[in-house]
């Protein structure tokens, strides 16, 4: 096909100054609303719209989401007129947009936040392309993005990292910076994208953050406003740029350690579910998403399959829109008779039997459960060991026990848990009955560390550098390090590098390989590499 290039594209210079100018620098906005209906020809940026980058995610054999939102003036509400507008869109065969397969028009909606959020199909299985909006004649950055294999392929082979926790005051991307030059098929996000804490004195970044930005977020402009400041970020999205992202969340994304309807502050359910529709909206305008996923006001389905062939299948689940309320608060305590109430959920039941028959009809060779919290059974020392964190899922041991029930009976084809949310690197066996010596392990789990929050410094050392001794079912731990896990799996092995940022306060920090385990296909626990 022949090239179709922007014609009236003004090149590069708009979308490289906006990639530059960071945070603080708010630009001007005179946009050509002023003329009416601003038409694809009429809408004039005297500032780069693209400034929030572009995305990719939820790759199919045939297809793929790509994203991006017009925000020419970020910090400032977005700087765009209150009508929709026209956003052109082009897929190459090539990273110079030379062999274009496929082109089209999108509408970025004011209702919206003016995201724009185009499932291309029609692509060839297991391959790399590239991306490019286009709007009011400036270009944006082009993007990457990856097809899966083929339903039916049986790959050699599969890469790709798992993140976590990105706390934007406390530290840089230096992980992003490094997880965007590996040779990768994908990224998967499983929470804590933004937190919603009010952002104070202590920025461990450089630059100002005006006020308006920095107030807790409860209104869908304040979520906004708080995804504009992280998705700011060079390194955020260079990676974003550069992979495709499949991506669940955690509570930050509205409030800590929320359960469905229910706020840490005991606020009305009603009052919390306008702040939850608001969350979820933002969430769902500044990621690349399907239209399935699209929220109904307060609700929104994100529990997704996706396939790579007969190699993996990757169950992203949401363990926090329909779970029970934290049982006997939400910190550390002692078992109390409320989290053996059978009747509480984490995933939900609808959620529960989707799981399950999902991993009873698979095919896959690794099945994983791409989800937010901790699933072994797990205490930082010896001397907690009587009591249970209530926000992950020993704080849901019935449930929790129905599933590792059903890996033990049914045995599906090597199970894999992932999770974020600790700040902490964690892998384990997991067992039916982790008090059981001699209880049969059932799966694997790896929890990667966090991005950025936690920081360079956690509050108490000791309380991060566990004695796991008494616990034998855990592996590995780290509470320190910062940064993220690549995963390479084949036919017969899958392995785990944990990559640790050497220094979180600086964005050009080495990034390094502290620790390397597999899972050999058909025995369930974690080995060192
Ligand atoms: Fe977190
Ligand atoms: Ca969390």
Same mark, same amino acid.
């Given at each position: 096909m022949k090239n179709f290039d922007f014609e009236h594209a003004m090149h590069a210079q708009m979308s490289r100054r906006g990639f530059l100018s960071g945070v603080g620098a708010v630009a001007g906005l005179a946009l050509a609303a002023r003329y009416g209906c601003p038409s694809l020809a009429q809408l004039k940026y005297d500032a780069n719209p693209f400034r929030l980058g572009v995305a990719s995610g939820d790759p199919l054999p045939d297809g793929v989401v790509l994203w991006t939102r017009l925000t020419p003036d970020p910090l400032n509400g977005g700087g765009?007129?209150?009508?929709?507008?026209?956003?052109?869109?082009?897929?190459?065969?090539?990273?110079?947009?030379?062999? !274009?397969?496929?082109? =089209?028009?999108?509408?970025? #909606?004011?209702?919206? =936040?003016? #995201? %724009?959020?185009?499932? %291309?199909? =029609?692509?060839?299985?297991?391959?790399?392309?590239?991306?490019?909006?286009? #709007?009011?004649?400036?270009? #944006?950055? !082009?993007?990457?993005?990856?097809?899966?294999?083929?339903?039916?392929?049986?790959?050699e082979r599969l890469r790709f990292a798992f993140v976590s926790c990105q706390s934007w005051q406390n530290g840089y991307y230096a992980a992003y910076r490094h997880l965007a030059g590996q040779d990768l098929d994908f990224v998967v996000h499983l929470g804590d994208y933004i937190y919603e804490s009010r952002i104070g004195d202590n920025i461990k970044r450089s630059g100002t953050v005006p006020e308006h930005v920095r107030v807790e977020p409860k209104t869908l402009e304040q979520y906004r406003l708080r995804y504009s400041l992280y998705k700011l970020d060079p390194h955020l999205q260079a990676a974003h740029a550069v992979l495709p992202f499949i991506v669940t969340w955690d509570d930050h994304e509205v409030e800590n350690n929320y359960a469905a309807s229910r706020d840490q502050n005991g606020s009305p359910a009603a009052e919390f579910l306008q702040r939850r529709a608001a969350a979820y909206q933002a969430y769902y305008e500044h990621m690349p998403l399907r239209r399935a996923n699209m929220p109904k006001g307060p609700d929104m389905m994100l529990y997704r399959r996706l396939s790579f062939g007969d190699l993996a299948q990757f169950n992203v689940l949401d363990t926090r829109q329909y779970r029970s309320d934290q049982a006997c608060g939400d910190k550390r305590g002692p078992r109390c008779p409320e989290n053996l109430d059978p009747s509480r959920v984490l995933m939900g039941s609808a959620q529960e039997k989707w799981l399950l028959q999902g991993l009873d009809r698979s095919a896959a060779r690794w099945n994983v459960l791409a989800q937010q919290i901790i699933m072994a059974q797990f205490a930082r020392k010896a001397s907690l060991r009587d009591t249970f964190g209530m926000d992950s899922w020993d704080g849901y041991p019935i449930e929790r026990a129905r599933l590792l029930n059903f890996l033990a009976q049914r045995k599906p084809s090597n199970p894999i848990v992932l999770a974020g949310d600790s700040h902490t690197n964690l892998v384990s066996d997991l067992k039916a009955d982790f008090d059981k010596v001699d209880s049969p392990i059932v799966a694997s789990e790896f929890a990667g560390t966090a991005i950025t929050s936690g920081g360079v410094n956690p509050k108490s050392a000791e309380a991060y550098t566990s004695d796991i001794a008494g616990q034998p079912h855990l592996k590995y731990f780290d509470g320190i390090k910062r940064g993220y896990v690549s995963c390479t799996l084949d036919r017969k092995t899958w392995h785990s590098d944990i990559h640790g940022v050497e220094n979180v306060l600086d964005a050009g920090s080495p990034v390094r390989i502290s620790s390397s385990w597999v899972v050999e296909n058909g025995k369930p626990g974690v080995q060192r590499a």
């Open positions: 765009m007129p209150a009508q929709d507008v026209a956003v052109r869109w082009q897929i190459a065969a090539d990273a110079n947009m030379r062999t !274009i397969v496929q082109k =089209g028009t999108a509408t970025a #909606s004011a209702a919206l =936040g003016h #995201s %724009v959020h185009v499932e %291309v199909n =029609g692509l060839q299985p297991a391959r790399f392309y590239w991306y490019q909006f286009e #709007s009011g004649g400036v270009v #944006s950055p !082009i993007g990457r993005t990856r097809t899966t294999p083929a339903f039916t392929a049986r790959p």
